[in-house]
C-alpha cells in the first residue's frame, strides 16, 4: 500500500530505528550508570533514587535465583502500581525468568487460571492481595509466593492523598515470603543468560473474545516498542511523567514504565487513580507527561477545581484503548493549550502500532503506523486488500508483533494471515484509512449492532453522545428487537449538575438531531456508574450481557 502518511511524518524523527541488542534490564542499569542520585521514583512523597531501584532489582534477583527460578520460569506479578511491582518486574527478567503481568482485580479464580496456563512457579504480590493469592496459589499447587506491603515505600507523611488502606499495616502470619526480607539478604544475581530473542514477557489478553491468551513477548519485541514510545513523545531524562495507568497493562507498563525508566526521567506514580492526586502531583511535580485512558481525561475535567489548577508543566498528553469524546478533547485543549495525542496497540503488539503525529495530531484517530510498522485494511471475511475510506480488518506487521499465544498453536494460526510474502497479524478490529493515511477506528468485529440491515458502530453512536452537555460516560450496545433485529440501546452517566434536570427521551431526541436514523438509541438508560477494567476501559461487554438479560426478562413478563 502507497505510505501517503510518509509526508506528515514528524520532521524531528527518523523513519526507521536500530533498537539496542540487549536485554530489557540493562536500560535500567545504564541509566543508573547515568543518573544514579535522581529520582526515578516518587511515591506520594517518597523518592527512590535510581540507585536504590538499580540495588532492589540485583536483590531481588539474587533472591528469585536462590528460591530456584532458572531461565524460561513464569513468574507472576499480582499487584497494583507500587514500586515493588518495577523492582520485581525488571528482578524476574535479570533471573533470566520470564515475567507473567496479572490483572490485580482478577478474583480466585481468573487468577488460578493464569497461573496454570503459563505454568507459572512462583507470583509476586502485596499484603493486601494476599487472601486472593493464597487461595489460588492453594488450587494451582504453587509454591514461591512473595508479598510486600504499600507501607515499605509511602513516607510517614505523604504529600498526595494516600487511599487508607494503603497505610495499614499488615496482620497476622501469611504463607508467603516478605519482600523486605528479601531485599535486607542482598543476595547476588546470577549470571546473565537472556538476549534479545528469548522470551521475557507474557501479558495475557483480557479475555473479551474467550479465555484469556498469554501473548509471547521477548525482549526484541518490547525493546521495539519502548524506543519508539521514548522517541515519539520526546522523552528526556528532564521528563517527570504521571504514573496512573496499570502497569500490568502493556499501555502503562510501555510508555509510563519502560520508557521513562530508559531515558533517566521520573515517574510520579498513584497506585490508584484519584482525580485530586494527579491534580495535586501535576501541579506539585511540575508533570510534563501524562500517558492515561480517556476516562481518566474525562473525570479529571469533571473536577470542579480544575479550572484554577495550574496545568503549565504538561508538554503532552496522550493515550489510547478508547476513542476521546471531541467535545472532552476541545475542554482540554482550552485548559492547556496541548492536542490529545491519541494512538493504537494491543496485548498482541505490546501496545502502540500506530500513533498521531504530535505536531499533527487529528482527533478521533489512532494515527499513522509506527517505526517499521506495515498495516493494512483488508475484507473482514477474507484477504483481500481494501481502497482508502472503506472500513475493513486492521492487520499488522511490525518488529513489536507478538511470537504466538502461549500453548494454542491453532488460535496462533487464526490470528495471522500472509500478504505479499509478509506475515501479518489480524486484529480483530474494523477501522479504515484515509486520503492522507491517519487510520481510524470504526469498532472491533463482534461489537456492530444489526439495525435492520444497517450496520452500527457504537464506538460512533457513544462519540456523539459524549457531545451532548449532560453526558459524562457513554456506553452503547445492541437489544434484541423482533422488527429491527437489534435495536440502539445507549447507558449514560449524567454529570452531577444534570441529573434530575434532563430526561432519557430529550437525550433521544437530541441523538435524532445529531445522526442518522438508524444509528441514533431508541433507548436511554440512565446509571450511576459503568464497569471498567483494570486500566480504566468501559466493559461494554458487560453492558451487552446485562442489555440481553433485560430484554429476556422482559420477555417472560
Known sequence: MTMSHDRFWPKRMPKTLTYPAVPIFRLVEIATEFYPQKAALIYYGAQVSYDRLD?????????????????GDRVALYMQNTPQYIIAF??????????VPINPMNNEKELAFILE???????????????TAEKACARTGLKLL???????????????????????????????????TLIDQQLTPPAVEVGPEDICLLPYTSGSTGKPKGCIHTHETVMSNLISAYLWVTNTASSVHLSVLPFFHVTGLVHSMLAPLY???TLVLLTRWDRRAALDAIEKYRVTHWVNIST????????????????????????????????????????????????????????????????????????????????????????????????????????????????RPEETAKAFLQLEGKIFLRTGDICYVDDEGYFFLVDRTKRMINAAGFKV???????????????????????????????????VVLKDEF???????????????????????????????????????????????????????????
Open 55 to 71: 540495588n532492589e532489582i540485583k536483590y531481588l534477583s539474587g533472591a528469585l535465583s536462590h528460591q530456584g527460578i532458572r531461565k
Open 90 to 99: 525488571y528482578a524476574v527478567m535479570r533471573a533470566n525468568a520470564v515475567v
Open 117 to 131: 496456563d503459563c505454568g507459572a512457579v512462583g507470583l509476586i504480590t502485596t499484603t493486601d492481595l494476599l487472601p
Open 146 to 180: 512473595i508479598a510486600g506491603a504499600y507501607r515499605d515505600f509511602l513516607p510517614e507523611a505523604p504529600c498526595l492523598p494516600v487511599p487508607e488502606y494503603m497505610m495499614r499495616a499488615p496482620t497476622g502470619p501469611h504463607a508467603g515470603l516478605e519482600w523486605k
Open 263 to 265: 531515558a533517566g526521567a
Open 296 to 407: 481518566m481525561v474525562v473525570d479529571l475535567l469533571s473536577d470542579d477545581s480544575v479550572a484554577r489548577r495550574d496545568l503549565s508543566s504538561l508538554s503532552i498528553t496522550c493515550g489510547g484503548g478508547a476513542p476521546l469524546p471531541e467535545a472532552v478533547g476541545r475542554k482540554l485543549h482550552d485548559l492547556t493549550g496541548l492536542t490529545y495525542v491519541e494512538g493504537y496497540g494491543l496485548t498482541e503488539t505490546i501496545s502502540q502500532t500506530h500513533f498521531n503525529p504530535p505536531d499533527r495530531a487529528k482527533m478521533q484517530c489512532i494515527g499513522i503506523p509506527d517505526f517499521g510498522v506495515d498495516a493494512r485494511i483488508v475484507e473482514v471475511e477474507g484477504v483481500s486488500e481494501l481502497p482508502p475510506n472503506t472500513p475493513g480488518e486492521l492487520v499488522i506487521n511490525g518488529p513489536e508483533v507478538m511470537k504466538g499465544y502461549w500453548n
Open 457 to 491: 458502530w457504537p464506538a460512533e453512536v457513544e462519540t456523539t453522545l459524549y457531545g451532548h452537555p449532560a453526558v459524562k460516560e457513554a456506553c452503547v450496545v445492541g437489544v434484541p428487537d423482533p422488527v429491527r433485529v437489534e435495536e440502539v440501546r445507549a447507558y
Open 499 to 557: 441529573r434530575g434536570q434532563v430526561t432519557p427521551q430529550e437525550i433521544i431526541a437530541w441523538s435524532r438531531e445529531q445522526m442518522a436514523a438508524y444509528k441514533y438509541p431508541r433507548q436511554v438508560i440512565f446509571v450511576e456508574e459503568l464497569p471498567k477494567s483494570g486500566t480504566g476501559k468501559i466493559l461494554w461487554r458487560q453492558m451487552q450481557e446485562k442489555a440481553h438479560g433485560d430484554h429476556g426478562a422482559e420477555d417472560e413478563n
